[in-house]
């Protein structure tokens, strides 16, 4: 049994803890092992059942409370998850993969204080807790800690090097209704047009209009700029139309998401403001250095004109293909790993904030699996800091996981 489960051999390992609890009904490490085989498996209900088991037989078994947690976590019970950790820390409190644990769990229930001071413990017991950094990184971001930030988030990169990433397939885009969001779009700037404020289609909208004719197939929200001294006037005008402000954990000033409360669909009011004598744009934390924030430069001034639509009239830019080279260069050539948060022509330098939001995607694609997404970044950001060790090293260990993954199987004839 033990043979089997250390060579990853889980059906077999399962079969004999069986065989064991047939003759030992109280095998603690039986029920231990048949749990863990389960949960390798992709078998949670019957998994939790051997590990409860195993807990009434030997309730100091943190492996078992560990995974059950684990367990409980990913089907969404995150109360009951937490429970389990908390039951774990009372006899083994510096568990740092315990401790990681519930630092995520608290992020998920909106207990950031909890969330950094469990993140902050696990480091204390073990400083190679990648999840740890991670999610101290993260909650520094969103706090403007973004030296701290960059820190602890090139330390988890740092310790994914350690293990090779591994490929993982995306997960199914859900269906995504374009003709319905399409004219919730134009209905949404009507109104605001009415209210008087220069709304027009922008970013990965205006790329989808100008490109395909529609919006983007599976593109996940709705962009939409505006003179940023409108922006109090648009938010008070969606927030009176159907339309619920989405919480806004880094602080941002601009931009500004809104979530329909029917159909579900997110959108997001970019502001664009005057500099000097030329426009930007970006994302701007509130209490962060102005050098510290990710600012993007566009075509002054800004030409609008005015659009008869079905849905009434609407704004639009009068030279739309000038923003899109802007923004994304060779626009007219479709890119499905173009990020342009990290990848826009158009910013400003390669800001703090900007590397850190970067180095929080590379280490969530890395962990999901989206190796294809993860080297996209790397090499967006190399071109900004092509000196970069860790960035070239991350790169290359990429690269190679992604060329094992596209060799064919040994043995597998047709």
Known sequence: MRAAFAQGDYRSAAMQAAQVLALQPDDAEAWLLLGLCWQQQGRPEPAMHALRYCLRLQADNSEARYSLAILLWQGGE????????????????????????SGILHVSLGDAEAARAAFSSAL?????????????????????????ARHHLREALRLRLGSPPVARPRPPSSGYDQASHERLLWQTLALLATAG????????????????GRLLPFDKDLDVALPYSEMATACACLLQNGWQEESNP?????????????????????GI?????????????AGTPWEWQRIAEYP????????????GSVWALNQPQQWLVALYGDWQTPDPNF???IAAYNL??????????????????????????????LEHCLRRLPEDALLRQAQQQLHSALARSQQPAQGSGA
């Open 78 to 101: 995150l109360a009951a998850a937490l429970q389990e950790c908390h039951a774990l820390l009372e006899r083994h409190a510096a568990h740092a993969p315990t401790l990681s644990l």
């Open 124 to 148: 204390a017991s073990d400083p190679a807790q990648i999840a740890a950094h991670e999610g101290l990184g993260t909650l520094q971001m969103q706090s403007g800690e973004l030296p701290g």
């Open 197 to 212: 404020v220069h709304a027009f289609p922008f970013a990965g909208t205006l790329l989808g209009l100008e490109r395909e």
């Open 250 to 270: 880094m602080r941002l000033l601009n931009p500004r998401s809104f979530r329909h409360a029917a159909s579900g669909l997110i959108l997001d009011l970019c």
């Open 273 to 285: 403001a005057q500099e000097g004598d030329m426009l930007i744009g970006g994302f701007w934390q």
């Open 300 to 311: 002054a001034p800004l030409q609008l004109q005015q659009q008869l639509r079905p849905e």
């Open 339 to 341: 990020d342009t948060v």
């Open 348 to 377: 400003r330098g390669f800001a703090l904030l900007t590397e850190c939001f970067a180095l929080d995607r590379i280490n969530h694609y890395w962990r999901s699996g989206q190796l294809h997404k993860a080297t996209a970044l």
